[in-house]
């Protein structure tokens, strides 16, 4: 049996301003309707051979993921929270410790979830092929055939054939190249461009990392045996997986271990690592625009327009990134997308948060935007999902007035318990315990008009929460 083994812990900054550290890349619909994890899912989902998924991911991502799972009717081998990032290769030995406690044969498949793959059918071929080398003792990459010099990706060069099977040893790996260095590359052959996805049996990973990185297996195992459920997750032990030193897959194992192998992989894969790959992969106009969203365009090349919340014009350009969101606009020429990331420093580094939030942001109750903010007020937008509710809670500087728009609130206020319906409106007095929640079966909007000395999201006293927030 292969476990696919879904590595969700990026954050994709230079896909800003869509991407952003609350709902990072892989969360996003970006080629498709489904977004990067959904269609990383869906690519074994069924699939004779393979497990349910098992997902490894920020814990602050949970919801997000959990809810995009049950979109896509999967049920998922396990959902296990990382309480601070650590890299590649603690993921893979939390996944390959728990698998092998239930298998001790498992193969797992590491995919990482932010990737696009245009021939799915070609990458399964692949992995039922590489399920022979794993077979014969090899930790199997899957090396992508570069069709052009590209400084954005590290390399592997292929070494001997192995007996009997499509995979090469390894040579060597190598890193991001300048401009001549990948073009020679290319022009010698035999390299290829390194995927970060990899097959491998359970028992051979933890070999290995046994055998180089001991520290790494022993802090994964301390932070299993702690582990915890929570709802539909598990909790790993945080302080000992805090303690567990990070490193990537490759640097822990695969350069150093002589039971590496790479099979070449023609599959139309792309890690959608900037603005730019997103227009290569793209559909393009008779121009060679990819254009998304309400979006005019008037003697405009080779570039692309996205627009979410209005509409965005462009006028005798070429060569850029547009991209316009409620709270941010992009432009870029499209050969400097890397050059993003900058952008995301410079707003952590002023204390500002477009990095983090868009102006709606999603809660396992339902979502809420601002809609309006002052000197002290804010007015926000709020929607409920049928049968969810928030926590009861409390706040300390600030009153809020709910005025239903669509649907019907139950409302907890003090003492009292009312049903609020459409045009009716509630006074919640500061310092008063309350909880709204949507009985119904459609959706529950409301606004809300916020009153105080201090509207900060972290004036918020829980009392009881049904998804486990403190």
Same mark, same amino acid.
Request: hydrophobic fraction near 40%; include cysteine.
């Given at each position: 049996m292969i476990h696919p083994v879904i590595l969700s812990g990026g954050s994709g900054t230079r896909l800003w301003p869509l991407s952003r550290a609350a709902v990072p890349k892989q969360l996003l619909p970006l080629a498709s309707e489904l977004s990067l994890l959904q269609e990383t899912v869906q690519r074994f989902a069924g699939q004779e051979g393979f497990g349910a998924p098992l997902v490894v991911c920020n814990q602050e991502h949970r919801f997000l993921i959990a809810e995009q799972l049950r979109q896509l009717q999967v049920q998922p081998e396990a959902i296990v929270l990382e309480p601070v990032g650590r890299n590649t290769a603690p993921a893979a030995t939390i996944a390959a410790l728990r698998l092998t406690a239930q298998d001790a044969d498992a193969v797992m498949l590491l995919l990482p979830a932010d990737h696009l793959?245009?021939?799915?059918?070609?990458?399964?071929?692949?992995?039922?092929?590489?399920?022979?080398?794993?077979?014969?003792?090899?930790?199997?990459?899957?090396?992508?055939?570069?069709?052009?010099?590209?400084?954005?990706?590290?390399?592997?060069?292929?070494?001997?054939?192995?007996?009997?099977?499509?995979?090469? $040893?390894?040579? !060597?790996?190598?890193?991001?190249?300048?401009? =001549? *260095? @990948?073009? &020679?590359?290319?022009?010698?052959?035999?390299? /290829?461009?390194?995927?970060?996805?990899?097959?491998?049996?359970?028992?051979?990973?933890?070999?290995?990392? $046994?055998?180089? !990185?001991?520290?790494?297996?022993?802090?994964? =195992? *301390? @932070?299993? &045996?702690?582990?915890?459920?929570?709802?539909? /997750?598990?909790?790993?032990?945080?302080?000992a997986f805090a303690a567990c030193p990070s490193d990537s897959i490759d640097y822990a194992v695969m350069e150093r271990t002589d039971r590496a192998a790479v099979l070449p992989a023609d599959i139309g894969w792309n890690d959608i690592g900037a603005w730019s790959a997103l227009w290569s992969v793209g559909a393009k106009d008779a121009r060679a625009n990819v254009v998304r969203g309400d979006v005019w365009l008037q003697d405009v090349d080779t570039s692309l327009v996205r627009a979410e919340s209005r509409m965005v014009a462009a006028i005798g350009v070429?060569?850029?990134?547009?991209?316009?969101?409620?709270?941010?606009?992009?432009?870029?020429?499209?050969?400097?997308?890397?050059?993003?990331?900058?952008?995301?420093?410079?707003?952590?580094?002023?204390?500002?948060?477009?990095?983090?939030?868009?102006?709606?942001?999603?809660?396992?109750?339902?979502?809420?935007?601002?809609?309006?903010?002052?000197?002290?007020?804010?007015?926000?937008?709020?929607?409920?999902?049928?049968?969810?509710?928030?926590?009861?809670?409390?706040?300390?500087?600030?009153?809020?007035?709910?005025?239903?728009?669509?649907?019907?609130?139950?409302v907890v206020r003090g003492d009292d318990n009312l049903l609020v319906t459409e045009n009716e409106s509630v006074y919640i007095p500061l310092g008063t315990r309350h909880r709204l929640e949507n009985p119904g079966k459609l959706p529950l909007e409301i606004i809300e008009v916020q009153s105080g000395s201090y509207l900060g999201e972290d004036d918020i006293v829980r009392y009881s929460d049904a998804y486990g927030r403190s």
């Open positions: 793959i245009a021939d799915v059918a070609a990458f399964r071929s692949l992995v039922a092929q590489g399920l022979g080398v794993v077979r014969q003792g090899y930790l199997v990459t899957f090396g992508v055939v570069p069709h052009q010099p590209e400084t954005g990706y590290g390399y592997i060069q292929q070494g001997e054939a192995l007996g009997g099977t499509p995979a090469r $040893r390894i040579a !060597r790996f190598v890193e991001k190249p300048g401009a =001549e *260095a @990948a073009a &020679a590359m290319l022009e010698q052959g035999g390299y /290829f461009w390194n995927s970060g996805m990899f097959l491998c049996s359970c028992q051979r990973w933890l070999q290995e990392m $046994r055998r180089f !990185r001991p520290d790494i297996v022993q802090a994964c =195992e *301390a @932070a299993l &045996a702690g582990e915890r459920a929570d709802l539909d /997750f598990c909790r790993l032990d945080e302080a070429r060569d850029l990134v547009i991209v316009e969101t409620a709270d941010a606009v992009l432009v870029v020429d499209r050969n400097r997308a890397q050059d993003v990331k900058q952008v995301v420093d410079a707003l952590k580094q002023a204390g500002r948060s477009e990095h983090v939030f868009h102006t709606r942001v999603q809660r396992p109750w339902g979502w809420y935007e601002g809609v309006d903010v002052g000197e002290r007020f804010q007015v926000k937008r709020i929607c409920v999902k049928p049968g969810a509710s928030l926590s009861l809670q409390m706040h300390h500087h600030r009153a809020e007035h709910w005025v239903v728009v669509r649907g019907t609130a139950q």
